[in-house]
């Protein structure tokens, strides 16, 4: 069984009724039982605001909170000053946002072999993680 660490934007599709398409592919993706998922907490935080704010039609608070429960299930890697200094030196040396590098860090502090994301290039190495978009049409 492989560890995934699964970004905002793949979390998101699964409750993005205005994409119908890519809400599919998300929620079979996040199903498949062979996989062990991650988040951190900038995932979850991230998450709820796409949810209540971004998403249209919005989701309900309360429909938000239960995904954060459902979230905290999951090894959740929490972001602290270690994990941050560490996210500034990756998002240096790769040209990369502080976001994005918190993304791989976090991923790399909870042994994950792949980042579930559309954010970042398929199919490239990070900090020993493979970059994997789950949505990518073949």
Request: glycine share 4%; proline share 5%.
């Amino acid at each position: 069984m492989s560890r995934v660490f699964v970004d905002t934007n793949i979390l998101a599709y699964r409750f993005d009724a205005g994409d119908p398409d890519r809400q599919e592919r998300a929620r079979r993706a996040l199903g498949q039982a062979e996989h062990e998922f991650a988040v951190s907490t900038q995932v979850m935080l991230e998450l709820y605001v796409v949810l209540t704010r971004k998403l249209r039609p919005p989701v309900p608070a309360a429909a938000a909170e239960d995904a954060l429960t459902e979230l905290a299930a999951l090894p959740v890697v929490a972001a602290d000053a270690v994990l941050v200094r560490r996210a500034a030196s990756t998002a240096g040396a790769h040209r990369m946002s502080i976001w994005d590098a918190m993304i791989v860090e976090a991923a790399h502090e909870a042994a994950c072999d792949e980042i579930w994301t559309e954010h970042l290039a398929p199919g490239s190495t990070l900090r020993g993680v493979r970059i994997t978009n789950p949505l990518a049409v073949e």
